[in-house]
């Protein structure tokens, strides 16, 4: 399970830190945005490393669009 805090709301990306990324199904969850708060969502390893490489200001980061992210359930 990866967590991050919020998304980016002004483009509407998440920012996955490299190191965390997994080869299969990868499941987020965040856990300072009230508008997403328990709801897991799943992405597959290939879809985010297909998405560009960036930076979060200290480490290596997946700018994965939102769209790309599918809600599963509850956490």
């Not at 990866?2 to 483009?11: A, K, L, Q, S």
């Not at 509407?12 to 987020?28: E, Q, W």
């Not at 297909?50 to 979060?56: D, I, K």
Request: charged share 20%; net charge positive.
């Amino acid at each position: 399970m990866i967590e991050i805090w919020h998304p980016r709301y002004y483009d509407n990306k998440v920012l996955i830190a490299k190191h965390k990324v997994s080869s299969g199904i990868n499941r987020i969850v965040f856990t300072k945005a009230n508008s997403y708060k328990g709801k897991v969502f799943e992405v597959s390893g290939s879809v985010i490393a297909s998405c560009p490489l960036g930076t979060n200001g200290r480490i290596a980061c997946y700018i994965v669009p939102m769209d790309k992210l599918e809600v599963q359930g509850e956490g």
